[in-house]
């Protein structure tokens, strides 16, 4: 590299230049290696995080992970990591506990979802106490596959003097007309949706009119009408069904 006509003071300046550029060297890798462990602690924790907000630990979180890269992934692309463990379960115990979980995460999604009703049907009062509570409900739904949720907790025998979520159709359903006219007999407060209104609130209004759905009890909010968007209750769900609220 260097001769013997090469000045000292060159040589002397060349080493600097190469030990420099050997430390900026391994200064960059460190900052990679580094910025790498920093990524990789933000993305545990991050998994960690939620993991634990489904009831799951990391191992179950990353299994689901694995799942939904796979062809399960394809099919159900924006499937829940407890429905897509479960339907993925190696085992009775493993779907069972699956199923439990979603069960319990799925009804306290509606019940907080029917509180936040409730204060609206409040609000839209207050604010315009002269119509007819027909009363979309406005929180953003995400598709859900617990299709029998209601099943399970539906149940109002002995529950009558307790407000209760009235599921029902428009068209078609005796048995939906015949529970309906026996809960408004009872007086029983309810705040009713219509499953199959299509958002339409004049298809709600006439409904009502032909029900004879009491106009002083929806106008002291003792019944209240609303169109149907839990994603969870179909016009597929075995209806006539309630849910107790309070």
Not at 146 to 156: F, G, H
Request: hydrophobic share 40%.
């Amino acid at each position: 590299m260097f001769d013997r006509k090469t000045p000292l003071a060159a040589v002397f300046l060349l080493s600097i230049f190469a030990s420099s550029e050997v430390i900026s060297d391994i200064q960059t890798k460190n900052l990679v290696q580094q910025s790498a462990s920093v990524v990789k602690s933000d993305d545990v924790k991050s998994a960690h995080d939620s993991a634990k907000r489904w009831g799951l630990n990391s191992q179950e979180w990353a299994k689901y992970e694995t799942i939904m890269q796979g062809p399960r992934g394809v099919w159900s692309k924006d499937l829940d990591p407890l429905t897509a463990l479960g339907i993925e379960a190696e085992s009775e115990i493993e779907r069972n506990r699956y199923a439990e979980l979603l069960v319990e995460a799925t009804r306290k999604r509606i019940m907080s979802e029917i509180a936040f009703q409730k204060a609206y049907d409040a609000a839209h009062a207050r604010l315009y106490p002269d119509q007819l509570a027909v009363v979309p409900f406005l929180m953003k739904e995400k598709k859900h596959s617990a299709n029998s949720m209601l099943d399970r907790i539906a149940d109002t025998a002995g529950k009558q003097q307790r407000r209760i979520a009235f599921f029902t159709l428009i068209d078609n359903c005796s048995k939906c007309n015949v529970e309906l006219e026996r809960l408004i007999s009872i007086n029983q407060k309810m705040d009713i949706y219509l499953v199959d209104s299509d958002a339409k609130d004049e298809k709600i209004r006439r409904w009502a009119k032909a029900m004879k759905i009491p106009l002083d009890r929806v106008a002291d909010r003792q019944i209240t009408l609303n169109h149907n968007k839990f994603p969870s209750v179909t016009k597929n769900t075995q209806l006539p069904a309630s849910v107790s609220i309070n």
